[in-house]
């Protein structure tokens, strides 16, 4: 973790108890970091706003000016690219809260992109591929990124790592990656948090943690981006569960030991198919911390909390709730059921398969604590 301000070239690097930096790595002359933001819902506008002032904060690193690649939509009769760009805000993913004047909207994926040193990805993980191959052959191989993508790609026959994705399609080294317990409302608010970053490069750690930390946004830096990624996705399984047992009116003691459970689910897949995911990635912000988070109040929770109350299927209430957005949890636990299945492993992780049975095959919802021990 940089705790601390650095006042001289030399920095800290990865200690051997929990892979945070620790080593004797002289800075060079070198030239100025453009940053590109791939994304601009909810999410990626409070990011933008963190990047906007924090190359503000350190011109001697970045260029001032950051564009932000926004999907084109009409907003009440304008262009919405045009609207971000007047009123310095984006009125429709992120309203009442404003950016700094550096921050361009742009609407063209490969102009927005075009001489790019940092590329961050904040979209959903269904345009990965689609953006990824738009900009394609016109990015650096030096280029870095990461991402800030909540979600993984998993089939019977492997899992994909949507930072590993970037960096194939894009013929990247590495592509880092970010997550925690970080509502985007809160954040754009600066009310405190903690995120992580896991990144394989002590150099670019350093870089990103210079681009995203805040006194009200803190970042810890670890090696573990594989981590990271895994907490990320598979939350979303635990707290479809802790949504249907607040559904059912179980209170705070089932739901606590729900969340518990789900961790221990999360750790052993992690490091059953992934054999370098680190005990210590758990207690981090991607872990423990986002894990009550989304079994508190994210849209997992209540969407599965309104399934348990109402009896309506999982797509209607996607309809009526998320306005026709699919909801990550269900669906994540669909796939690792085939996962498993295709190892018949299923049994090994009962909350994982006890949430898929009762969402895609009728299993009761008292299932919920009956058959996840």
């Keep these: ?24 790595t002289k800075f060079t ?41 926004v999907f084109e939509e009409d907003f009440k009769g304008e262009k919405l690219t045009e609207v971000i760009n007047r009123e310095r805000e984006n009125p429709k993913y992120l309203p009442g809260i404003k950016f700094t004047s550096n921050i361009k909207a742009v609407p063209d994926l490969v102009e927005a992109s075009r001489d790019a040193s940092i590329l961050v990805f904040v979209l959903p993980h269904q345009f990965v591929r689609g953006v990824c191959e738009k900009m394609k052959g016109t990015i650096s191989r030096d280029a870095k990124a990461i991402s800030l993508i909540k979600g993984l790609e998993i089939k019977p026959e492997r899992v994909t790592l949507f930072s590993e994705e970037i960096a194939r399609k894009l013929e990247m080294t590495h592509v880092a990656a970010l997550s925690g317990a970080n509502i985007a409302d809160e954040v754009a608010l600066n009310r405190f948090c903690e995120t992580t970053i896991g990144c394989r490069s002590e150099e670019d750690g350093r870089l990103f943690y210079k681009l995203f930390n805040t006194d009200y946004f803190h970042v ?20 479809v569960g802790a949504g249907i047992s607040d559904g059912l009116g179980y209170g705070s003691n089932t739901k606590a ?30 872990g423990i911390a986002d894990l009550i988070t989304t079994c508190s109040g994210g849209r997992n929770r209540k969407v599965a909390e309104a399934f348990a109350k109402t009896g309506k299927p999982i797509d209607v209430l996607e309809r009526e ?26 049994e090994e992780f009962p909350l994982f398969e006890t949430v898929f049975r009762i969402v895609y095959e009728n299993a009761p919802l008292e299932s919920i604590v009956r058959d996840i021990i």
Excluded at 49 to 69: A, M, S
Excluded at 257 to 285: C, H, N, P, W
Excluded at 323 to 345: C, D, I, P, W, Y
Aim: net charge positive.
């Design 1 to 24: 973790m940089y705790s601390r301000p650095l006042k001289s070239l030399y920095f800290l690097s990865f200690s051997s108890l929990n892979k945070r930096l620790y080593s004797t």
């Design 29 to 69: 002359a070198m030239n100025k970091e453009r940053v590109c933001v791939i994304g601009s819902g909810n999410w990626g506008s409070a990011v933008g706003k963190i990047i906007g002032e924090n190359v503000l904060k350190h011109k001697e690193t970045f260029e001032t000016e950051v564009r932000q690649w």
């Design 220 to 239: 810890n830096v670890i090696r573990d981006y594989v981590g990271v990624e895994l907490c990320g996705a598979l939350k979303n399984v635990v707290a």
């Design 257 to 286: 030991a729900i969340i518990r459970l789900g961790l221990m689910e999360m750790r052993k897949f992690g490091q059953t198919f992934f054999g370098t995911v680190e005990d210590s990635t758990f207690f981090e912000s991607c």
């Design 321 to 346: 709730m998320l306005n026709g957005q699919k909801l990550q949890g269900t669906l994540t636990a669909q796939e690792v059921h085939q996962f498993l299945s295709t190892r018949k492993m299923t």
